[in-house]
């Protein structure tokens, strides 16, 4: 691997105590250029543009897929991913479906590695800091034939972030408009499935919704996934999450959270959800708790959900099973508890 420290740093003039995600961006980027049927030789460089031709495969036919994950700093300074593994397997699978040629293991894991090694000083320590990580690959060929772009470029850019209390999360159940359909690409993480998430959004948002619960786009009596988040509810006792589907995207935070459930012996069902079962169990009250998770928040609580011009609040519930999965995802990820599952990679 080729690597070019930059000349300057620009870390001094970031106020870390108030991080806008995903604005501000470290001093190295890893690259590497797919070109006649292989992956050739990566490099890290500076941070810096890229120049493309208008013309660039990418911007007409959006053959575009990425991934993101966190890096982690203990109170020692050891830097840790969490499941990086899981991040490459998805973004092949990816991959795979929009006619993109996969990309190394040893490519990724030894990238990451290099790449955060000589950024570690973006990582700050303690609960709450994290360093982005945005993996993407793109078709990078020059010219508008409608086929499989044959030049990709991988790339893997890192973001400082903070995480915040997200704010109170009032969801609409949406039954207009669909994020995925079967035999589609909602369960990639490819560019154009987001693209298309943001118009019924601000609608959402402007009805004073934060997100919007995707349903199934054949009948839309079913829960699928929110925004950039899978969705798990507690009725009773049981903590219910749909199951992955060529409509879901297979996220490592729900994985995680069924994985840690297993261990711990408590009641869990992966089924499906119904939007009926969903407002009856709020109206008898044995809805406890909604949540979404993923790598962003973790686990974010939902405080109502809207569904045909009603909505229906969560009880405010002592000690929720939210916290405590949440706390036991946090305590794995800083190095602050056994990691039982071998889930932590270490960096540096
Ligand atoms: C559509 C969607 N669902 C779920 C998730 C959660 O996945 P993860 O836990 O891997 O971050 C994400 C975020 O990547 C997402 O974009």
């Known amino acids: ?14 106020d870390f105590s108030s991080l806008s995600f995903g604005e501000i961006f470290t001093d190295h980027m890893f690259e590497c250029d797919f070109e006649n049927g292989e992956w050739k030789e990566p490099k890290i460089i500076p941070y810096q543009p890229i120049k493309m031709d208008p013309s660039t495969s990418v911007f007409h036919y959006g053959q575009a897929i990425f991934e993101g994950l966190k890096a982690y700093k203990d109170k020692n300074g050891q830097v840790w991913l969490f499941r990086p593994e899981e991040n490459l397997n998805r973004l092949n699978k990816s991959a795979i479906r929009l006619s993109i040629p996969e990309f190394p293991k040893s490519f990724f894991l030894e990238g990451l590695k290099k790449l955060l ?44 972030a903070k995480s915040y209390y997200s704010g109170e ?4 159940i949406e039954e207009k408009y669909s994020r995925a359909a079967p035999g589609g690409v909602g369960y990639a993480k490819t560019a154009g499935n987001y693209a298309a998430q943001f118009y019924p959004t601000s609608l959402a948002i402007k009805d004073g919704f934060q997100q919007i619960i995707w349903t199934d786009s054949n009948t839309n009596r079913f829960v699928e996934e929110s925004g950039t988040m899978n969705i798990f509810v507690k009725i009773d006792n049981t903590l ?11 996220g490592v935070t729900r994985k995680s959270i069924l994985e840690i459930a297993k261990s711990l012996g408590l009641n869990y069902e992966v089924r499906q959800l119904s939007v009926d079962e969903l407002v009856k169990s709020s ?8 949540f979404g998770c ?34 036991k995802i946090i305590s794995i990820q800083y190095n602050l508890s056994e990691d039982i599952f071998n889930w932590r990679y270490k960096i540096c």
Do not use: H
């Not at 691997?1 to 970031?14: A, E, G, Y």
């Not at 999360?169 to 609409?172: E, M, P, S």
């Open 294 to 327: 993923g790598t962003a928040v973790v686990i974010n609580p939902i405080k109502s959900f809207g569904f045909r011009n009603k909505k229906y609040t969560l009880p405010i519930i002592e000690d929720p099973i939210s916290n405590f999965l949440k706390e």
């Open 117 to 160: 090694t000589i950024d570690k000083n973006w990582i700050k320590p303690g609960v709450g800091n994290s360093l982005y990580i945005r993996p993407f690959v793109f078709a990078s060929q020059a010219g508008v034939q409608a086929s499989p772009s044959n030049k990709y470029k991988f790339m893997i850019i890192c973001s400082p």
């Open 1 to 14: 691997m080729k690597v070019q420290i930059s000349k300057s740093t620009t870390i001094n003039s970031v």
């Open 240 to 250: 219910i999450t749909t199951p992955i589907s060529d409509t879901i995207l297979d």
């Open 169 to 172: 999360t009032n969801v609409k």
């Open 283 to 290: 109206i008898n009250k044995s809805l406890k708790e909604m």
